[in-house]
């Protein structure tokens, strides 16, 4: 089964409104990273947060980590319409695997 | 630098034919990794590899065999192709850092249909 399962499944906004996405999994990790994929193409990384760690930033990225919880979110501010995407949370299980959620479906409309 | 590559971008098989995906990348990582992409299911995890003449399953591994015997190649098979394997394959690898796998890069996939 897979490890992290983000909700919403999709979520639509206007420009310029701030997403939010969430990602829950179910065992211990290392760290956990944040995925987005454009329609037809490979998977972009753009942040990794380890496990003692809470909060980081990237730009217009901000990402949350409650290993209490076993749950991040990652939050985009001042969304643009080339935020539109899949967004994938991936935590790295035991022996060296990464295991990637369903993803949530982002669109940003104008 | 190439990245991660994948050959080929397309691909048609008929049931029961067999065929190699090849995944190549030029950044000198440890890790490699294939996975394949269903509408509403994601990234699964078929196989990988920590390190050259290495390999392990991963959650969807039944049908396909790798091997990594190059550092920067990792190949992956299917031997009996069935429709069930008609899916997007994307190629991943990454570097060892702190003993732990880092940021993964991905190739740009390849659509394959067995009809």
């Known amino acids: 089964s897979q490890q992290g399962e983000e909700d919403p499944q999709a979520l639509s906004i206007q420009e310029g409104e701030n997403a939010t996405m969430n990602c829950s999994y179910k065992?211990?990790?290392?760290?956990l990273q944040w995925y987005r994929q454009n329609s037809g193409r490979g998977l972009v990384h753009l942040i990794l947060?380890?496990?003692?760690?809470r909060e980081k930033h990237s730009g217009r990225l901000r990402v949350t980590l409650d290993t209490s919880k076993k749950s991040s979110s990652l939050l985009i501010t001042a969304s643009r319409a080339a935020d539109t995407a899949s967004y994938f949370c991936?935590?790295?299980?035991?022996?060296?695997?990464?295991?990637f959620g369903k993803g949530t479906r982002l669109h940003i409309l104008p | 630098n190439a990245g991660v590559t994948q050959t080929p971008k397309f691909r048609v098989l008929k049931t029961g034919q067999s065929m190699t995906l090849l995944c190549a990348q030029d950044?000198?990582?440890?890790?490699m990794y294939w996975y394949r992409q269903d509408p509403g299911m994601g990234l699964r995890l078929i196989h990988y590899?920590?390190?050259?003449?290495?390999?392990a399953k991963g959650e969807v591994p039944d049908g396909y065999n790798v091997s990594r015997l190059k550092k920067q190649n990792f190949l992956l098979g299917l031997e009996s192709a069935a429709p069930s394997q008609t899916s997007v394959y994307f190629c991943?690898?990454?570097?060892?850092?702190?003993?732990?796998?880092?940021?993964?890069?991905f190739g740009p996939g390849t659509r394959l249909t067995v009809t």
């Open positions: 991943a690898s990454s570097q060892r850092g702190g003993g732990e796998p880092g940021t993964q890069y």
């Open positions: 065992t211990s990790i290392n760290n």
């Open positions: 947060i380890r496990s003692n760690e």
């Open positions: 991936a935590t790295d299980g035991r022996d060296d695997k990464i295991i």
């Open positions: 950044m000198n990582h440890e890790y």
């Open positions: 590899s920590v390190g050259e003449g290495t390999t």
